[in-house]
């Protein structure tokens, strides 16, 4: 099946500092892809749909601002937590949408902000 | 709009045992429907999938799901638990056109020896 990677899978971090997340298809051509927000023992809160090529799209209550996301080929998306907070530490997952409309999910990456 | 109930936050069966999850739906347009699963600290793998095709869904692991739209829901079954089953699944609806997935608000399945 189709595989979705993303880099890294955990990171610590100073608050203040910026964050980039990377997100990747890696057999298959994903025109947009998602980024979702985890708390613990929670479902998965969809933060921003990311469209190759175009400005992402975000959700409600998500500050562009702060989390900047950037879509620059067919298999790659990232997201870029600026400035982060304690508040921000999460596990944010991606997902690459194939031309089948299934959405397929990368690991995860554990974000800890100090 | 759509959205999805999973009743029980929390279910636990013995091993060998059925496996029921339950999963309704709300959309006011012909809905795609999703089961995934999340082993703690990893992302979610697809289960099966229903996109209007055959009302009965087969997906890895054994398990299965059948769509019937006159009680809007996709409930996930497995005839027999495994340990290795222990997890969290979601159950999630998109639509033709859409491209997010509304996830319910997942199912912790325990197996007990």
């Known amino acids: 099946g189709a595989v979705v990677s993303q880099h890294p899978s955990r990171v610590i971090c100073k608050s203040g500092t910026s964050v980039k997340i990377e997100c990747r298809s890696l057999?298959?051509?994903?025109?947009?892809m998602f980024w979702y927000r985890q708390f613990p023992k929670q479902s998965l809160m969809l933060m921003a749909t990311?469209?190759?090529?175009?400005?992402?799209?975000?959700e409600q209550g998500v500050e562009k601002d702060k989390f900047l996301i950037n879509h620059a080929s067919l298999t790659l998306s990232t997201l870029t937590v600026t400035s982060a907070h304690p508040e921000d530490s999460s596990f944010y997952i991606c997902?690459?949408?194939?031309?089948?409309?299934?959405?397929?999910f990368g690991p995860g990456t554990r974000l800890t902000v100090l | 709009a759509q959205s999805v109930t999973q009743l029980g936050s929390h279910v636990s069966v013995s091993e060998g045992a059925l496996v029921l999850l339950r999963c309704n739906y709300s959309?006011?347009?012909?809905?795609?429907l999703f089961w995934y699963v999340q082993y703690p600290n990893q992302g979610l793998q697809l289960l099966l999938k229903?996109?209007?095709?055959?009302?009965l869904v087969k997906g890895i692991n054994g398990f299965e799901a059948e769509f019937k739209k006159s009680e809007t829901s996709f409930h996930l079954t497995k005839p027999s638990a495994h340990m290795r089953d222990a997890a969290e699944y979601f159950c999630?609806?998109?639509?033709?056109?859409?491209?997010?997935?509304?996830f319910g608000s997942g199912t912790r399945l325990q197996v007990q020896p």
């Open positions: 997902s690459a949408r194939d031309n089948l409309d299934t959405q397929y």
């Open positions: 057999d298959f051509q994903a025109t947009t």
């Open positions: 990311s469209n190759e090529g175009s400005k992402a799209t975000y």
């Open positions: 959309s006011s347009v012909p809905p795609y």
């Open positions: 229903y996109t209007s095709a055959a009302t």
């Open positions: 999630a609806v998109t639509a033709l056109g859409r491209r997010a997935l509304t």
